[in-house]
């Protein structure tokens, strides 16, 4: 079975240009979530999704980013403009239901210059 | 919000040895869950372990296991028998009644050799 799958796996831009990550879940997971790593920090929640509804994005810096999940499935986080310290690595996570465990793709690395 | 600390950056371990990676956490809650995470070098995260807080018994996964003591807030990872292909960076991670999941800011382990 396919697993959390991200693209780009590595992404560098100079400030202020906009970047988008694209994250699919695990087929049949509900639950997607999208969190910032910092380096050698613990991922902090940006957004967590249930089905196509953005349910708890109280973290989620709005003035610049943004974040759909149309029909469900497939998620994007963008980020517009972007600044030197939005240099992270970005997850994207899906359970079978909030109450599940969370499987995490590999992440996408953003380098602002 | 809860907060996850875990107050040792860094471990090393002699292969075959035992390591214990500690981990506290501050709440208000009487219901909640506890996990392990991995995450070895360039690659995702995995669930290592889980608790939850109203069984007194405390996890194993094979060679990993879970001291939690609930009174003293305090859940900690032993690893027996250490391999190479444990060293990773281990976080500690809490989910409230809201399913938000909170981790501390992780634990670098080394198996040396």
């Known amino acids: 079975e396919a697993g959390v799958v991200q693209s780009p796996r590595y992404k560098i831009i100079e400030k202020k240009q906009p970047v988008a990550f694209w994250c699919n879940p695990i087929s049949g997971h509900n639950t997607l979530y999208w969190y910032l790593q910092n380096l050698g920090q613990g991922p902090e929640l940006l957004i967590r999704y249930e089905n196509e509804e953005a349910v708890d994005d109280s973290q989620l810096p709005k003035d610049r980013f943004s974040a759909e999940r149309l029909k469900g499935v497939d998620s994007t986080l963008k980020i517009q403009p972007a600044e030197l310290g939005d240099s992270a690595v970005y997850l994207c996570?899906?359970?079978?239901?909030?109450?599940?465990?969370?499987?995490f793709g590999e992440g996408s690395r953003l380098t602002v210059l | 919000a809860q907060t996850v600390t875990q107050s040792q950056p860094e471990m090393s371990v002699q292969e075959a040895e035992t390591v214990t990676l500690s981990c506290t956490y501050d709440t208000s809650e009487n219901n909640y869950y506890l996990f392990w995470y991995k995450q070895p070098p360039s690659r995702q995260m995995i669930l290592v372990i889980r608790q939850e807080a109203y069984k007194q018994q405390n996890a194993t996964e094979n060679r990993f296991s879970v001291n939690f003591q609930k009174a003293a807030k305090s859940f900690s990872l032993k690893i027996s028998d250490s391999q190479l292909g444990d060293t990773a960076m281990y976080f500690c991670a809490y989910r409230s009644n809201d399913y938000k999941l909170s981790f501390g800011a992780g634990t670098t382990v080394t198996v040396r050799a």
């Open positions: 996570a899906s359970s079978p239901a909030p109450t599940g465990e969370l499987f």
